[in-house]
């Protein structure tokens, strides 16, 4: 059974950080290209970070460059997002997702709220 889930969301203040987990099983987690995305309200999902199954090459969207880091550890199944300099256009559910080849799973999400 194929499962992903994210843990470390919350509600934080503008300036703060926040780490996001996101912990698979099911699969061999080592084939799979690890991303988070996430979609705030009344907006479309947008994706955030993407890092290589081995961890050899990392994308980010522009809006987050310099402030966030994706990073994974396969020997634990579970990929990572720090999140740091947040700000109030960073609220949104964010989730994880495992994509290899045509073969994709998604997790549940986990709450971001960054306001004063």
């Known amino acids: 059974q194929v499962q992903l889930v994210e843990s470390g969301g919350g509600l934080v203040q503008p300036g703060g950080s926040l780490r996001l987990s996101c912990a698979a099983s099911g699969f061999t987690f080592s084939s799979y290209a690890m991303s988070w995305y996430r979609q705030a309200p009344g907006k479309e999902r947008e994706l955030v970070a993407r890092i290589s199954n081995l961890s050899l090459t990392t994308n980010y969207a522009d809006s987050v460059k310099g402030r966030f880091t994706i990073s994974r550890d396969n020997a634990k199944n579970t990929v990572y997002l720090q999140m740091n300099n947040l700000k109030p256009e960073d609220t949104a559910v964010y989730s994880c997702?495992?994509?290899?080849?045509?073969?994709?799973?998604w997790g549940q999400g986990t709450q971001v709220t960054v306001s004063s």
């Open positions: 997702n495992a994509l290899y080849r045509s073969r994709g799973y």
